[in-house]
């Protein structure tokens, strides 16, 4: 807060009115100046502080992303065995039931720096350029996460023909049918989060650039 104080002593003419409105002037300007210095290196500060959590996060995720997207790739095989599987069932072939098992391993990524980014309006203070690849990112980010809830809630449904103890050659053929729609959408699926794996990958490589 800028405070004005009257002169400690009259003002005795016209030229010490002057004088006196000048010196005010002056002084606000200088203080008002130094205000804005200060919070300007404030927001600098603070968009250097957001921008190197944001790539700190970014890495981190892309670092999760490779590793999700090779695992991706051996679901894949596993679940072609699966409706290979059964598929001869199907037909009447006995197969080997140990490839009825098969893993669906996600890990979280993390938009905490962004929320907090967006919320504090710090973005605003970043070059409108690197704003927009950030944002990108991240938004490309969601629709993994998005592909990972739909693909998570598809294999769930089909684990649900697993019963312990229970041979899965013994299966019904109503259930074979219904397994092997299941089975086909999963693999769907995880083309799909590979697809949008790519896509963030590519615009993570953008935003860290």
Known sequence: MLDVHPPHHGISGVRDFFIHLLTITVGLLIALGLEAGVEALHHRNERKEAEATLREELTQNRVTLVS????NNRELDALANVLKFLEDLRE???GDPRVWYWDFNVEPLQSAGWHTAAATGVLSYMNYGEAQRF???YQEQQFFEEAVAKAFSDDELLATYIVKGRDPREM????IESAIGHV????????????ITRAT???YDKALK
């Open 184 to 195: 086909r959408q999963d693999m769907s699926d995880i083309r799909t989060m590979s697809d």
């Open 135 to 137: 944002s990108a990112a």
């Open 68 to 71: 999700m997207q090779k695992e």
């Open 92 to 94: 009447g072939k006995k």
């Open 172 to 175: 019904k053929p109503p259930d």
């Open 201 to 203: 990958l590519y615009l």
